[in-house]
């Protein structure tokens, strides 16, 4: 007899039979997809491959696992198992990223921005004001003076505008071939604005999903960028610090958010899945309702990619109780950032962990995570 938990255990929307009138029904196809679904993802974390591929750092289903069965297994303890954008301790939060986009340099910005941006954007969905920055340098040799001075210049710019100091740093320099010419790694620290914290596990059903303005520019920017692909189209990355926005949505609305995430690599469809399975609901996204730019649509349809799955880098998604759900796009409206925020779904409780899309054609399909990503290396 089996005792396992795990394997008993069926979901509430799954029932192997259901008594309705008095009579026993067997479950519908959809029924049984979603049980496995549940079954998969209520299992331990194994990594199955031997050696490290591209798609486990594009921030899909490989690279949960990598984090999940490697990282999290080796340093497990209580400020690291949310997995959230960063850590909060006490009054403070703290997080740390790196940078390998290609190429170093693309419209609308650059890796020294990017690398400012992206930290800013960490402490600020924990809720926190940035504060100082650290940044470390891994040099190709033969990367141009010029283009270094280029990038830590967009790198002070960004930091004068988010109102944050780089305070210290290291320098390494590799072999030519080695390195791209330059990766980045940054860390930083933000003291906390409010009392409650934010988390995805705090998500309930009726909340509201809002997503601050268009979504995929950057990715797809980056994509056109390295000239591989015979596209062309007005686009530029969206880069940009939230801590503003974050700070004027949290105002207007203070414990009413419950979860705040910038959308970057695995773009809105994996930022919502975390969500999904940390909360245990169910969120349901209208497609009609989804912000993109017909640029990006289009590059998107033109290359077979899903927009939802397209990496933002100046874009957050919000999840707001459902009785401000207007005051917090009110809030985000005002500000330049937040111009187009849209309500583009809701949370609901069935079945729980997943992200269901209502298509505009009236169907509704799953959006799961991704295993890689189709567009690497873009942060």
């Not at 029904?25 to 491959?49: C, F, M, S, W």
């Not at 954008?85 to 190429?103: F, M, Q, R």
């Not at 990715?219 to 056109?224: A, N, P, V, W």
């Not at 801590?243 to 970057?264: I, Y």
Request: aromatic share 2%; net charge negative.
């Amino acid at each position: 007899m089996n005792t396992d938990p795990s394997e008993e255990t069926t979901a509430p929307w799954a029932e192997t039979a259901v008594r309705e009138a008095g009579h026993l029904h067997r479950p519908t196809r959809e029924d049984q997809v979603l049980e496995r679904i549940e079954r998969a993802r209520r299992g331990k974390a194994r990594i199955r491959e031997e050696l490290i591929t591209l798609a486990h750092g594009a921030g899909g289903k490989a690279t949960h696992t990598l984090i999940e069965a490697v990282f999290l297994e080796a340093f497990r303890n209580p400020l690291l198992e949310p997995l959230a954008d960063g850590a909060v301790i006490g009054d403070l939060a703290l997080t740390t990223d790196a940078y390998v986009v290609k190429p170093l340099f693309f419209p609308g910005g650059d890796i020294g921005d990017l690398a400012v941006n992206g930290t800013v954007n960490d402490l600020a969905m924990c809720g926190a004001t940035p504060r100082h920055l650290t940044a470390s340098f891994i040099l190709e040799e033969g990367l141009p003076i010029a283009d270094l001075r280029r990038i830590t210049a967009s790198m002070a710019a960004a930091a004068r505008a988010a109102d944050v100091h780089i305070v210290t740093g290291d320098t390494k320099v590799v072999e030519n071939g080695k390195a791209d010419g330059c990766y980045i790694t940054t860390a930083g620290i933000g003291a906390l604005d409010r009392g409650a914290a934010l988390s995805a596990a705090s998500v309930t059903p009726g909340d509201a999903v809002i997503v601050s303005g268009p979504i995929g520019d950057h990715g797809m920017t980056i994509m056109l960028a390295r000239g591989e692909l015979d596209l062309e189209a007005q686009l530029t990355s969206d880069t940009a610090p939230l801590h503003d926005l974050t700070a004027r949505l949290l105002a207007a609305c203070g414990d009413a958010v419950r979860c705040l995430r910038d959308a970057t690599r695995g773009g809105v469809a994996t930022v919502l899945n975390e969500i999904a399975t940390a909360s245990r609901t169910c969120v349901i996204l209208d497609e009609n309702a989804v912000p993109i730019r017909p640029q990006v649509r289009g590059a998107c349809e033109l290359l077979g990619i899903d927009p939802l799955y397209v990496a933002c880098e100046g874009r957050m998604v919000a999840v707001v109780a459902p009785h401000r759900a207007d005051a917090a796009l009110d809030a985000l409206r005002s500000h330049p950032l937040g111009a187009d925020a849209a309500l583009i779904g809701r949370a609901g409780d069935d079945p729980p962990g997943l992200v269901l899309l209502k298509t505009c054609f009236g169907g509704t399909r799953i959006v799961d995570l991704l295993v890689g990503d189709p567009l690497p290396r873009i942060c």
